[in-house]
């Protein structure tokens, strides 16, 4: 009897060891270039969120889950904004602001949802001094629209598919549209 408690505690031992031995089990790690630049994206691009940071990420040949990287992101303090020096960027040459779009959207709802993406990601941040310059401003962010924004709606991908560029095409680079509003992450070679 005594010898049978024994391999039955034995048995136990063995169950245990195993059970709490080091697995490599889990979402894989996040490499620090990946978290510097999900801070570079963020810091760059005060008014994306996870989703639109994650899309780019897909862009750039990181196929990581968006809950893996949302920790890594710079939280600004105060609610987005672009800053100073990207404003007054964007306004040198304009005096007089002029708010577009108060007709009635509401009508119709893609027109509604195109007007509100225009206007929290374009005209609330510049300001318009003439019908010329609106629609200079309006022809930069349809192809910022078209070319560089990811898409929930699409899946992360942009209206004109951009290729994933896997991690041997090159270094990442900014690109700016808007002024330096937005930006397009692209790998170039060296």
């Not at 760059?44 to 992101?73: Q, T």
């Not at 709606?153 to 994933?164: D, S, V, Y």
Request: charged share 25%; glycine share 4%; with cysteine.
């Amino acid at each position: 009897m005594l010898c049978l408690w024994i391999r039955h505690r034995e048995g136990f031992r063995l169950f245990w060891k195993w059970k709490s031995r080091k697995k490599r089990l889990g979402r894989p790690l996040v490499t620090k270039e990946i978290r510097d630049l999900i801070r570079k994206m963020s810091l760059e691009n005060p008014l994306w969120r996870v989703p639109r940071i994650h899309g780019e990420l897909l862009k750039l040949g990181y196929n990581l889950a968006e809950s893996s990287f949302a920790k890594y992101m710079v939280k600004p303090v105060k609610p987005p904004s672009q800053t100073w020096k990207t404003f007054l960027k964007n306004h040198a040459n304009c005096l007089v602001a002029i708010d577009f779009f108060t007709e009635s959207p509401w009508q119709n709802p893609y027109c509604e949802r195109v007007i509100g993406s225009i206007r929290r990601e374009c005209l609330d941040h510049v300001i318009v001094l003439n019908e010329e310059h609106l629609r200079h401003m309006l022809a930069a962010y349809a192809v910022y629209y078209h070319e560089a924004r990811t898409h929930l709606g699409l899946a992360k991908e942009c209206p004109e598919k951009r290729e994933i560029q896997p991690e041997e095409t090159g270094k990442i680079v900014a690109f700016p549209h808007l002024g330096g509003l937005h930006h397009q992450y692209l790998r170039k070679a060296a």
